[in-house]
């Protein structure tokens, strides 16, 4: 089966840091581009962002110069550092591994997902 095992989330304070991983097998890391989605309660879930296979990402307007997403390829495992952390943060924070062809994704798995709560 297709595993991402996910670990970083807890409570931090308004302003700190914390560090999301998540880790999967080393095809499906080779040849996915991650992403990292989040849902808060009552809200529909959120991509926060995107790294390709090659290294290219994205990231949604309200975490731009706050998140960092980036891939360890010894480890088979894509990291989110997470600064300046608001309460508008507040979510489950989900690991996703996917592939698309063109517009239209062929294969998308998910991660349980990991809290993050930030405490004002």
């Known amino acids: 089966q297709v595993q991402l095992v996910e670990s970083g989330g807890g409570l931090v304070q308004v302003g700190g840091s914390l560090r999301l991983s998540c880790a999967t097998s080393r095809f499906i890391f080779t040849i996915s581009a991650m992403a990292w989605y989040r849902q808060a309660p009552g809200k529909q879930r959120e991509l926060v962002a995107t790294v390709t296979s090659g290294g290219s990402t994205n990231y949604a307007d309200s975490v731009k110069g706050r998140f960092t997403i980036s891939r360890d390829n010894a480890k088979n495992s894509v990291y989110l550092q997470m600064n300046s952390l608001k309460p508008e943060d507040t979510a489950v924070y989900s690991c996703?591994?996917?592939?698309?062809?063109?517009?239209?994704?062929?294969?998308?798995?998910w991660g349980q997902g990991t809290q993050v709560t930030v405490s004002s």
């Open positions: 996703n591994a996917y592939r698309e062809n063109g517009s239209q994704r062929v294969y998308d798995y």
